[in-house]
C-alpha cells in the first residue's frame, strides 16, 4: 500500500505544477472573446483570413508574429476600430460575451467603451496629468467623485506615487515610461472591462518596459487584456495564452493566418505547428 501511494504521489505531482503553470485550466476560462472564421480586407487586400479562437477573462493573451501578419488589424477588430479605417471590411464574426460585437443593435461608441486601446506611441492629450486621466470620466458624464475616481485610475496604472505631487503639470513633461502608464491611467479611469494594447511598450527604453510588463501582471485581476508584441520575450513573459499568427503566401498574395493557440508555454516549449516552432526558435526566415 504505501508504495502505491508513492507512485501516485509520483505520478500526479509533475502533472499538477504543468497545470499551474499552463495557466488557466480549461474549467476556469470564461470566454469573454469567440472570434469564428474572421477576416478583414482592405480593399483588395486581404490582411487576415480564417482568425478562429477564444480570449479569456482576466488572463493576458498576447499576438505575436511577423511585421504585416495582421495583428493590428486583428486587435482593431475587438473593439470596432477598424469601423474608422476607411476602406476596411470585417468579414465573420466576434462574439462578445455571446452577443454579436458587430450586430445591427450594437453601438460602437459603448463598445469602445468597454474594451479599450493603448497605442504603440504613447499619446497624451496636451493637456495636465488630471485632465487627461479625467477626460473619459467628463465626457461620459461621471463627474461624481471625480478626484477619487483620477486618484484610483493613476494608483492602477502606478503611476500615483510619481505624479501626485505635479497633476496640473502638463502629461507632456513625463517621461516616454510615464507616459504610456498614464494612457493606461486614462484608458481604465472609465472602467472598461477589456483593455488592447497594441506593442505599447516598443517605443520605450527597457526599464520603462519592466514597469509595463509588471503593471500588467496587475491589471489582469480586474481586467481581461489582449497584446500585441512582436517581442517574443515579452509575450513569454506576460502572457498566459498565446496566439502566433503568420503570413500565409499563395498566388503573389499574403495573408495573415492565425498558425496556432495555446498556453503560452506550450507556444514556447512545445509547439504543434512547425511554423510556430521556426518562429519561436528564431528560425523564421
Ligand atoms: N489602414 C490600412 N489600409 C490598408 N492596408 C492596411 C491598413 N492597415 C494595415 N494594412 C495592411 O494590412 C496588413 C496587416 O497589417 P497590420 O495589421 O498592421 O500588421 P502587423 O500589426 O502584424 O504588423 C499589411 O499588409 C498592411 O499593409
Ligand atoms: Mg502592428
Same mark, same amino acid.
Not at 462574439?95 to 459603448?110: N, W
Given at each position: 500500500?504505501?508504495?502505491?501511494?508513492?507512485?501516485?504521489?509520483?505520478?500526479?505531482?509533475?502533472?499538477?505544477?504543468?497545470?499551474?503553470?499552463?495557466?488557466?485550466?480549461?474549467?476556469?476560462?470564461?470566454?469573454?472573446?469567440?472570434?469564428?472564421?474572421? $477576416?478583414?480586407?482592405?480593399?483588395?487586400?486581404?490582411? &487576415?483570413? =480564417?482568425?478562429?479562437?477564444?480570449?479569456?477573462?482576466?488572463?493576458?493573451?498576447?499576438?505575436?508574429?511577423? *511585421? =504585416?501578419?495582421?495583428?493590428?488589424?486583428?486587435?482593431?477588430?475587438?473593439?470596432?476600430?477598424?469601423?474608422?479605417?476607411?476602406?476596411?471590411?470585417?468579414? $465573420? +464574426?466576434?462574439?462578445?460575451?455571446?452577443?454579436?460585437?458587430?450586430?445591427?443593435?450594437?453601438?460602437?461608441?459603448?463598445?469602445?467603451?468597454?474594451?479599450?486601446?493603448?497605442?504603440?506611441?504613447?499619446?497624451?492629450?496636451?493637456?495636465?496629468?488630471?485632465?487627461?486621466?479625467?477626460?473619459?470620466?467628463?465626457?461620459? =458624464?461621471?463627474?461624481?467623485?471625480? %478626484?477619487?475616481?483620477?486618484?484610483?485610475?493613476?494608483?492602477?496604472?502606478?503611476?500615483?506615487?510619481?505624479? +501626485?505631487?505635479?497633476?496640473?503639470? *502638463?502629461?507632456?513633461?513625463? *517621461?516616454?515610461?510615464?507616459?504610456?502608464?498614464?494612457?493606461?491611467?486614462?484608458?481604465?479611469?472609465?472602467?472598461?472591462?477589456?483593455?488592447?494594447?497594441?506593442?505599447?511598450?516598443?517605443?520605450?527604453?527597457?526599464?520603462?518596459?519592466?514597469?509595463?510588463?509588471?503593471?500588467?501582471?496587475?491589471?489582469?485581476?480586474?481586467?481581461?487584456? &489582449?497584446?500585441?508584441?512582436?517581442?517574443?520575450?515579452?509575450?513569454?513573459?506576460?502572457?498566459?495564452?498565446?496566439?502566433?499568427?503568420?503570413?500565409?503566401?499563395?498566388?503573389?498574395?499574403?495573408?495573415?493566418?492565425? &498558425?496556432?493557440?495555446?498556453?503560452?508555454? +506550450?507556444?514556447?516549449?512545445?509547439? *504543434? %505547428?512547425?511554423?510556430?516552432? %521556426?518562429? &519561436?526558435?528564431?528560425?523564421? $526566415?
Amino acid at each position: 500500500m504505501g508504495n502505491r501511494s508513492d507512485t501516485i504521489s509520483i505520478d500526479v505531482a509533475p502533472v499538477e505544477i504543468a497545470q499551474r503553470r499552463h495557466a488557466p485550466l480549461p474549467e476556469n476560462r470564461e470566454v469573454v472573446f469567440d472570434v469564428q472564421d474572421l $477576416g478583414v480586407r482592405y480593399g483588395a487586400t486581404t490582411a &487576415v483570413s =480564417g482568425v478562429d479562437f477564444d480570449i479569456y477573462r482576466n488572463m493576458i493573451t498576447a499576438v505575436i508574429g511577423p *511585421s =504585416g501578419c495582421g495583428k493590428s488589424t486583428f486587435i482593431r477588430c475587438l473593439n470596432r476600430m477598424n469601423d474608422l479605417v476607411p476602406g476596411a471590411q470585417v468579414d $465573420g +464574426k466576434i462574439l462578445y460575451h455571446g452577443e454579436d460585437l458587430y450586430g445591427s443593435g450594437v453601438d460602437p461608441v459603448e463598445v469602445r467603451r468597454r474594451i479599450g486601446m493603448v497605442f504603440q506611441r504613447p499619446n497624451p492629450f496636451p493637456k495636465s496629468i488630471y485632465d487627461n486621466v479625467a477626460w473619459g470620466p467628463r465626457v461620459l =458624464g461621471m463627474r461624481k467623485d471625480l %478626484d477619487e475616481r483620477v486618484e484610483r485610475a493613476l494608483r492602477g496604472a502606478a503611476l500615483w506615487e510619481e505624479v +501626485k505631487d505635479r497633476l496640473k503639470r *502638463s502629461a507632456l513633461s513625463l *517621461s516616454g515610461g510615464q507616459q504610456q502608464r498614464l494612457c493606461i491611467a486614462r484608458a481604465i479611469a472609465i472602467e472598461p472591462e477589456v483593455l488592447l494594447l497594441d506593442e505599447p511598450a516598443s517605443a520605450l527604453d527597457p526599464i520603462a518596459t519592466t514597469s509595463i510588463e509588471e503593471l500588467m501582471h496587475g491589471l489582469k485581476r480586474d481586467f481581461t487584456l &489582449v497584446i500585441v508584441t512582436h517581442n517574443m520575450q515579452q509575450a513569454a513573459r506576460v502572457a498566459d495564452m498565446t496566439a502566433f499568427f503568420s503570413l500565409e503566401v499563395g498566388e503573389g498574395r499574403r495573408t495573415g493566418v492565425l &498558425v496556432e493557440y495555446d498556453a503560452t508555454e +506550450k507556444i514556447f516549449t512545445n509547439p *504543434s %505547428d512547425q511554423r510556430t516552432e %521556426d518562429y &519561436v526558435t528564431g528560425r523564421f $526566415g
